[in-house]
């Protein structure tokens, strides 16, 4: 069995700064990917930022240079700095984790709760 647990979300004025963290627990034996989701209102989910031994890190255009994604794979957990902050950043955000747990030979994509991050003009 594994969570994930997100933390860090909240109400910040434009230009402000959030950071958001993903803890994983469980029996874990590898990581694959990790990355970040969000889902603003009456839209679909897409891709913030996604990073792995294999391709490094990607970013959505609408975020970079101002989103910065980073892991501590020790610890399964996935940051996502989020500077200058606009009012279109505005969303729930999903962290997702590509995970290889005990007792499996593949790899599971993993969600978390979400967490809302609202900024106000």
């Known amino acids: 069995q594994v969570h994930l647990v997100e933390s860090g979300g909240g109400l910040v004025q434009a230009g402000g700064s959030l950071r958001l963290s993903c803890a994983a627990s469980g029996t874990i034996v590898s990581i694959n990917a990790m990355g970040w989701y969000r889902q603003g209102p009456g839209k679909q989910r897409e891709l913030v930022a996604m990073?792995?031994?294999?391709?490094?890190?990607i970013y959505a255009d609408a975020v970079k240079g101002r989103f910065t994604i980073s892991r501590d794979s020790a610890d399964h957990t996935v940051y996502l700095q989020m500077n200058m902050l606009k009012p279109e950043d505005t969303a729930v955000y999903y962290c997702n984790q590509d995970l290889q747990i005990s007792g499996n030979y593949h790899y599971t994509h993993f969600w978390g709760q979400g967490t809302q991050v609202t900024v106000s003009s």
């Open positions: 990073i792995s031994s294999s391709r490094g890190t």
